[in-house]
């Protein structure tokens, strides 16, 4: 079923079936705000630190408001000054999608969402369903423009963290980059193994405190990763097209941020946070005049079975 519900005291959507529920609130940037099992009622995701919300606009400062749940980073993650045409864009901090207020209808079982860009011109348009033990997000993100816009697509889906949990990501991973300055991983830029030597910060857990981020080295080869708790008995997969998000990177505070303890494993079209970066990188992806950008990315949770286990490590 798909209803409108009342959650944190805003205004949003239910989604539910035999084996999930779900809620999104289309007034916070389409905001996945929880999902949850309907047998146990594990909540994967990261709950809002101040038990209710305020209304952001776009520029403001992200760490300012309720950093939870599953929002969508666009155009970018790192705020700064774009060339887009002629002009000279202020992107916003973590993008301008999360501080969105986007119209929602239901169409069967599946809820709509469409947010038509001041910023950008661009139309952003979200379907959600679920199906069994996943919930499916397609995007539809369109230029009617006659300029470029250099835009950055990335999950930024906050998890509950646990003692005992274990982050996966896909085989074939052999290597990840820094993306800043931390106690656990050095100095930004730095490179480092994978799987992680004995002798060195394991980066199949947590970090014991503080926060870190890095990013898989190149493009990934199978558009898998997710996370696994054991003490639980359940585990969370991401499955999305590879070649439309070769890249993926893992965020992670253990209070390091804020005091919050959650971490984000995040898909994305570019390599990595800022424009600036993926240009350098030469990894920065563009949307053309009169083109749109459409791709899928379902999250899974269930039980701990070997099929979860493939194609991750």
């Known amino acids: 079923m798909v209803v409108q519900t009342v959650f944190s005291g805003q205004p949003g959507w239910l989604l539910q079936n035999d084996t999930l529920k779900a809620v999104v609130l289309p007034g916070h940037g389409g905001k996945i705000a929880s999902l949850c099992t309907c047998d146990t009622g594990f ?25 939870c749940g599953f929002d969508d980073a666009f155009p970018c993650i790192d705020p700064e000054p774009v060339q887009v045409g002629a002009r000279v864009v202020d992107y916003p901090d973590h993008g301008e999608i999360w501080s969105a207020a986007f119209a929602a209808h239901k169409e069967g079982e599946t809820l709509c969402l469409t947010f038509d860009s001041p910023l950008l011109g661009y139309r952003y348009q979200k379907q959600i369903f679920l199906q069994g033990q996943k919930l499916v997000c397609r995007y539809h993100i ?34 990840v980059q820094n993306v800043f300055d931390s106690e656990c ?9 994978y799987p992680p030597p004995a002798t060195g910060t ?16 190149g493009p990934v080869e199978k558009g898998v990763c997710g996370v696994d708790y054991p003490g639980q008995g359940v585990c969370a997969r991401f499955y999305y097209d590879s070649k439309k998000l070769p890249y993926l990177g893992f965020w992670a505070t253990a209070g390091g941020y ?12 570019g390599y990595y946070d800022s424009i600036s970066v993926a240009r350098r990188f030469g990894r920065c992806p563009v949307l053309a005049p009169h083109t749109s950008f459409a791709f899928e990315l379902a999250l899974a949770l269930g039980p701990i079975t070997k099929k979860a286990a493939q194609d991750v490590i």
């Open 43 to 67: 909540e994967l995701l990261f709950q809002n630190p101040h038990g209710s919300y305020r209304t952001a606009r776009c520029g403001d400062a992200f760490s300012a408001y309720e950093a």
């Open 258 to 269: 804020r005091g919050d303890v959650n971490c984000a494993l995040e898909p994305a079209s």
């Open 202 to 217: 394991d980066l199949t857990r947590m970090p014991p405190h503080g926060q870190l981020k890095y990013y898989v080295v």
């Open 142 to 175: 369109e230029n009617p423009g006659e300029v470029p816009i250099p835009a950055i697509w990335a999950c930024h889906c906050l998890l509950r963290c646990e003692p005992g949990m274990r982050i996966r990501l896909p085989a074939g991973v052999r290597q």
């Open 185 to 193: 991983l050095g100095k930004a830029g730095a490179m480092l193994n």
